[in-house]
Protein backbone atom coordinates (compact mmCIF):
# COMPACT_ATOMS: atom_id res chain seq x y z
CA UNK A 1 0.00 0.00 0.00
CA UNK A 2 1.46 3.49 -0.90
CA UNK A 3 0.75 7.13 -0.07
CA UNK A 4 0.86 9.20 -2.85
CA UNK A 5 0.98 13.45 -2.36
CA UNK A 6 -1.32 15.18 -4.72
CA UNK A 7 0.57 18.26 -6.71
CA UNK A 8 2.20 19.53 -3.23
CA UNK A 9 -1.14 20.64 -1.86
CA UNK A 10 -1.24 17.92 1.54
CA UNK A 11 -4.07 15.68 -0.12
CA UNK A 12 -3.15 12.26 -0.03
CA UNK A 13 -4.80 9.38 -2.15
CA UNK A 14 -4.11 5.64 -0.94
CA UNK A 15 -3.06 2.81 -3.85
CA UNK A 16 -3.54 -0.91 -2.62
CA UNK A 17 -2.70 -4.13 -4.22
CA UNK A 18 -5.13 -6.53 -3.74
CA UNK A 19 -6.79 -10.11 -5.68
CA UNK A 20 -9.79 -9.39 -7.11
CA UNK A 21 -11.50 -11.94 -9.10
CA UNK A 22 -8.50 -13.73 -9.08
CA UNK A 23 -6.50 -11.44 -10.40
CA UNK A 24 -3.73 -8.62 -9.13
CA UNK A 25 -5.18 -5.53 -9.30
CA UNK A 26 -4.12 -1.78 -8.02
CA UNK A 27 -6.26 0.40 -6.54
CA UNK A 28 -4.99 4.42 -6.92
CA UNK A 29 -6.19 7.48 -5.78
CA UNK A 30 -9.02 6.13 -3.76
CA UNK A 31 -12.17 8.59 -2.83
CA UNK A 32 -14.90 6.34 -2.98
CA UNK A 33 -15.21 3.49 -0.34
CA UNK A 34 -14.87 -0.37 -1.23
CA UNK A 35 -15.22 -2.34 1.48
CA UNK A 36 -12.64 -5.33 0.69
CA UNK A 37 -11.26 -8.00 2.76
CA UNK A 38 -8.24 -9.57 1.63
CA UNK A 39 -6.00 -12.36 3.98
CA UNK A 40 -5.21 -14.66 1.94
CA UNK A 41 -2.02 -16.61 1.58
CA UNK A 42 -1.40 -16.59 5.99
CA UNK A 43 -1.44 -19.11 8.33
CA UNK A 44 -4.73 -18.80 10.00
CA UNK A 45 -6.78 -21.40 11.55
CA UNK A 46 -10.41 -22.36 13.08
CA UNK A 47 -13.73 -21.45 11.22
CA UNK A 48 -14.92 -18.52 9.22
CA UNK A 49 -16.04 -16.68 12.59
CA UNK A 50 -19.88 -16.04 11.83
CA UNK A 51 -19.71 -12.57 13.04
CA UNK A 52 -18.84 -11.48 9.50
CA UNK A 53 -22.63 -11.79 9.14
CA UNK A 54 -22.46 -7.94 9.94
CA UNK A 55 -20.46 -6.78 6.86
CA UNK A 56 -23.70 -6.34 4.83
CA UNK A 57 -21.82 -3.59 2.78
CA UNK A 58 -18.50 -5.85 1.76
CA UNK A 59 -17.86 -6.26 -1.95
CA UNK A 60 -15.10 -8.76 -1.86
CA UNK A 61 -13.66 -11.68 0.51
CA UNK A 62 -9.87 -13.19 -0.03
CA UNK A 63 -9.48 -16.24 2.87
CA UNK A 64 -7.53 -18.14 0.36
CA UNK A 65 -4.30 -20.35 1.01
CA UNK A 66 -4.96 -20.45 4.74
CA UNK A 67 -5.61 -23.57 6.99
CA UNK A 68 -9.53 -22.70 7.88
CA UNK A 69 -11.41 -25.86 8.69
CA UNK A 70 -14.99 -26.34 8.69
CA UNK A 71 -18.28 -25.36 7.04
CA UNK A 72 -18.86 -22.81 5.10
CA UNK A 73 -20.88 -20.82 7.22
CA UNK A 74 -24.51 -19.63 5.93
CA UNK A 75 -24.39 -16.43 7.40
CA UNK A 76 -21.85 -15.11 4.61
CA UNK A 77 -25.40 -15.42 3.01
CA UNK A 78 -26.25 -11.91 4.37
CA UNK A 79 -23.48 -10.52 2.58
CA UNK A 80 -25.67 -9.23 -0.01
CA UNK A 81 -23.57 -6.67 -1.53
CA UNK A 82 -20.70 -9.10 -2.01
CA UNK A 83 -19.24 -9.13 -5.38
CA UNK A 84 -16.84 -11.81 -5.49
CA UNK A 85 -15.77 -14.80 -3.03
CA UNK A 86 -12.74 -16.57 -2.71
CA UNK A 87 -11.85 -19.65 -0.24
CA UNK A 88 -9.58 -21.84 -2.32
CA UNK A 89 -6.84 -23.90 -0.68
CA UNK A 90 -7.77 -24.44 2.56
CA UNK A 91 -9.39 -27.52 5.27
CA UNK A 92 -13.21 -26.36 4.65
CA UNK A 93 -15.60 -29.27 4.54
CA UNK A 94 -19.92 -29.72 4.29
CA UNK A 95 -21.86 -28.72 1.51
CA UNK A 96 -21.96 -25.52 -0.28
CA UNK A 97 -25.00 -23.22 1.68
CA UNK A 98 -27.85 -22.58 -0.82
CA UNK A 99 -28.07 -19.52 0.93
CA UNK A 100 -24.67 -18.56 -1.32
CA UNK A 101 -27.16 -18.51 -4.32
CA UNK A 102 -29.52 -15.64 -3.14
CA UNK A 103 -26.36 -13.14 -3.37
CA UNK A 104 -27.88 -10.95 -6.23
CA UNK A 105 -24.08 -9.61 -7.43
CA UNK A 106 -21.93 -13.13 -6.92
CA UNK A 107 -20.36 -13.04 -10.04
CA UNK A 108 -16.78 -14.72 -8.91
CA UNK A 109 -16.49 -17.66 -7.05
CA UNK A 110 -13.54 -20.22 -5.72
CA UNK A 111 -13.91 -22.63 -3.28
CA UNK A 112 -11.39 -25.10 -4.64
CA UNK A 113 -8.69 -27.34 -2.84
CA UNK A 114 -11.27 -27.44 -0.02
CA UNK A 115 -12.70 -30.74 1.32
CA UNK A 116 -16.40 -29.99 0.64
CA UNK A 117 -18.77 -32.65 -0.70
CA UNK A 118 -22.53 -32.69 -1.43
CA UNK A 119 -24.35 -31.08 -4.34
CA UNK A 120 -23.06 -27.72 -5.79
CA UNK A 121 -26.63 -25.28 -5.85
CA UNK A 122 -28.02 -25.28 -9.29
CA UNK A 123 -29.67 -21.77 -9.77
CA UNK A 124 -28.91 -18.54 -10.56
CA UNK A 125 -24.98 -17.23 -11.10
CA UNK A 126 -23.63 -20.33 -10.14
CA UNK A 127 -24.89 -21.90 -13.20
CA UNK A 128 -22.24 -19.50 -14.55
CA UNK A 129 -19.64 -20.81 -12.42
CA UNK A 130 -16.91 -23.08 -14.34
CA UNK A 131 -15.03 -26.21 -13.61
CA UNK A 132 -12.45 -24.20 -12.44
CA UNK A 133 -14.12 -22.73 -9.18
CA UNK A 134 -14.74 -26.05 -7.45
CA UNK A 135 -11.47 -27.95 -8.65
CA UNK A 136 -10.09 -30.54 -5.76
CA UNK A 137 -13.32 -31.16 -3.97
CA UNK A 138 -13.75 -34.46 -4.78
CA UNK A 139 -16.64 -35.14 -2.82
CA UNK A 140 -19.12 -32.70 -4.58
CA UNK A 141 -21.52 -33.16 -7.53
CA UNK A 142 -23.54 -31.82 -9.99
CA UNK A 143 -23.22 -28.95 -12.73
CA UNK A 144 -20.43 -27.90 -13.54
CA UNK A 145 -18.36 -30.93 -12.48
CA UNK A 146 -17.94 -34.18 -14.35
CA UNK A 147 -20.00 -36.32 -11.17
CA UNK A 148 -23.54 -36.63 -10.94
CA UNK A 149 -25.78 -36.83 -8.59
CA UNK A 150 -28.52 -38.94 -6.98
CA UNK A 151 -27.19 -42.05 -8.81
CA UNK A 152 -29.53 -45.32 -9.19
CA UNK A 153 -28.08 -47.77 -8.75
CA UNK A 154 -29.49 -50.93 -11.30
CA UNK A 155 -31.75 -53.16 -9.64
CA UNK A 156 -30.47 -56.86 -8.43
CA UNK A 157 -31.00 -59.32 -11.76
CA UNK A 158 -33.48 -61.56 -9.32
CA UNK A 159 -35.76 -58.46 -9.26
CA UNK A 160 -35.76 -57.56 -12.87
CA UNK A 161 -38.46 -59.33 -15.46
CA UNK A 162 -36.81 -62.03 -17.40
CA UNK A 163 -38.48 -64.19 -20.10
CA UNK A 164 -42.21 -62.66 -17.63
CA UNK A 165 -40.72 -64.81 -14.79
CA UNK A 166 -42.06 -61.75 -13.06
CA UNK A 167 -45.72 -61.42 -13.61
CA UNK A 168 -45.59 -65.10 -13.56
CA UNK A 169 -44.66 -64.64 -9.74
CA UNK A 170 -47.11 -62.17 -9.32
CA UNK A 171 -49.83 -63.99 -10.94
CA UNK A 172 -48.88 -66.85 -8.29
CA UNK A 173 -49.22 -64.87 -5.15
CA UNK A 174 -52.73 -63.64 -6.37
CA UNK A 175 -54.21 -67.09 -6.85
CA UNK A 176 -52.55 -68.30 -3.41
CA UNK A 177 -54.21 -65.17 -1.91
CA UNK A 178 -57.69 -65.43 -3.73
CA UNK A 179 -57.86 -69.40 -2.21
CA UNK A 180 -56.78 -68.46 1.27
CA UNK A 181 -59.70 -66.21 1.15
CA UNK A 182 -62.09 -68.03 -0.41
CA UNK A 183 -61.40 -70.87 2.26
CA UNK A 184 -61.60 -68.80 5.14
CA UNK A 185 -65.40 -67.37 3.79
CA UNK A 186 -66.03 -71.23 3.77
CA UNK A 187 -64.97 -71.98 6.90
CA UNK A 188 -67.16 -69.83 8.64
CA UNK A 189 -69.74 -70.20 6.81
CA UNK A 190 -69.35 -74.34 7.74
CA UNK A 191 -69.10 -72.89 11.11
CA UNK A 192 -72.26 -70.75 11.65
CA UNK A 193 -74.29 -73.95 10.24
CA UNK A 194 -73.00 -76.21 12.48
CA UNK A 195 -73.60 -74.00 15.30
CA UNK A 196 -77.31 -73.38 13.97
CA UNK A 197 -78.89 -76.62 13.35
CA UNK A 198 -76.14 -79.09 14.81
CA UNK A 199 -74.98 -81.79 12.36
CA UNK A 200 -77.40 -81.78 9.25
CA UNK A 201 -77.09 -85.02 7.64
CA UNK A 202 -76.32 -83.23 4.15
CA UNK A 203 -73.10 -81.82 5.66
CA UNK A 204 -72.04 -85.08 7.54
CA UNK A 205 -72.38 -86.89 3.92
CA UNK A 206 -70.68 -84.55 2.18
CA UNK A 207 -67.68 -84.57 5.22
CA UNK A 208 -67.92 -88.74 5.04
CA UNK A 209 -68.18 -88.93 1.29
CA UNK A 210 -65.25 -86.54 0.26
CA UNK A 211 -62.93 -88.11 3.18
CA UNK A 212 -63.91 -91.66 1.30
CA UNK A 213 -62.54 -89.78 -1.76
CA UNK A 214 -59.06 -88.91 -0.30
CA UNK A 215 -58.96 -92.63 0.88
CA UNK A 216 -59.22 -94.31 -2.00
CA UNK A 217 -56.93 -91.95 -3.74
CA UNK A 218 -54.30 -93.04 -1.28
CA UNK A 219 -54.75 -96.38 -1.54
CA UNK A 220 -54.79 -96.10 -5.09
CA UNK A 221 -51.35 -94.05 -5.06
CA UNK A 222 -50.05 -96.81 -2.55
CA UNK A 223 -50.90 -99.46 -5.03
CA UNK A 224 -49.32 -97.69 -7.97
CA UNK A 225 -46.29 -97.13 -5.79
CA UNK A 226 -46.13 -100.86 -4.71
CA UNK A 227 -46.18 -102.29 -7.80
CA UNK A 228 -43.13 -100.16 -9.33
CA UNK A 229 -41.28 -101.21 -6.95
CA UNK A 230 -42.25 -104.89 -7.77
CA UNK A 231 -40.84 -104.44 -11.15
Same mark, same amino acid.
Given at each position: ????????????????????????????????????????????? =??? +??? $??? %??? &??? !?? @? /?? #?? *?? =??? +??? $??? %??? &??? !?? @? /?? #?? *?? =??? +?????? %??? &??? !??? /?? #?? *?? =??? +????????????????????????????????????????????????????????????????????FVGYVVFQTGKPKWLVNLVENL?????????????????????
Amino acid at each position: MGVNDLGGRGFYAYSIEIVMKEQDMELVKIFTMRMIIDLSNNQFE =GGI +PKV $IRK %LNL &LKG !LN @L /SH #NN *LN =GDI +PTS $IGN %LTS &LEW !LD @L /SS #NR *LS =GTI +PNRLAE %LPF &LSS !LNV /SE #NQ *LH =GQI +PQCKQFNTFGNDSYEENKGQCGFPVSKGCNIIEPAPPNVLEKDGSKSNISFGWKVVLIGYGCGVVLGMFVGYVVFQTGKPKWLVNLVENLHKKRRRRKSKEGNRSSRRRRI
